[in-house]
């Protein structure tokens, strides 16, 4: 295998989350409220850090601000984390990676309680090594997560992990964090054949097609 380890995002690569995230703006919104604003726009919430979301959402700043996240966070806490479902064939895939010897990770923006609530509710802690979620006193970026998953697997060489995401922000991350990326077009960033601004070294219009690229790289 050319990678020792895996790192995937959550949302709209390992899941598709879109219900708890719409619940989560809309139980934000109605306690504040804000304007109601249709779902293909609340799809702008997935990716990007929560409050760049709020404020090009809403226009948002300081006290209200903090406020809105923090309900949208305690939603996901109380209920959002069972609202999600998981990409047919990915515990096949995440199965094949473990018998392959390869340690596989998750880094994702949801807040870390969410994402403990989460691996909990669906028995997910069989297929990862480390689940690294954002934290609530002083996130980290996308990179440093990215850093930290190296980190607790053995700091393997940067040529040895790979990022699988849908999104730029995603891209970007692995891009400062040194290391290789897989898009993926079935979730909620990437199109399909998108030509995309920064490199990846493949991409997958499926979990299937995903499964195929692992297992050619031998």
Known sequence: ???????????????DTSLGIFNSIRHASAALGLPEIPQTQMRSFIGP???????????????????????????????????LEFYNGIFSLLEYLKKAGVQT?????????????????????????????????????????????????GNIPDTKAVLVGDSIFDAEGAQEAGIDFIA??????????EKFKLPCVAEADSVEEL????????
């Open 184 to 193: 993926v077009t079935y979730g909620f960033g990437f199109a399909k054949g």
């Open 211 to 218: 499964s195929g690229l692992f297992e050619n790289m031998r």
């Open 49 to 83: 850090p929560l409050s760049s979301a709020y404020i090009s959402n809403f226009g948002l700043s300081g006290e209200v601000l903090e406020t809105a996240m923090r309900l949208h966070k305690e939603y996901g806490v109380a209920h959002g984390y069972k609202e």
């Open 105 to 153: 990770a998750i880094a994702t923006l949801k807040v870390q309680p969410t994402l403990n609530k989460i691996v909990e509710e669906f028995d997910c802690s069989k297929y990862f090594d480390i689940c690294k979620g954002a934290d609530l006193g002083a996130p980290m970026t996308k990179a440093e997560m990215l850093r930290f998953c190296i980190s607790q697997a």
């Open 1 to 15: 295998m050319k990678y020792d380890l895996v790192i995937f995002d959550f949302d709209g690569t390992l899941a």
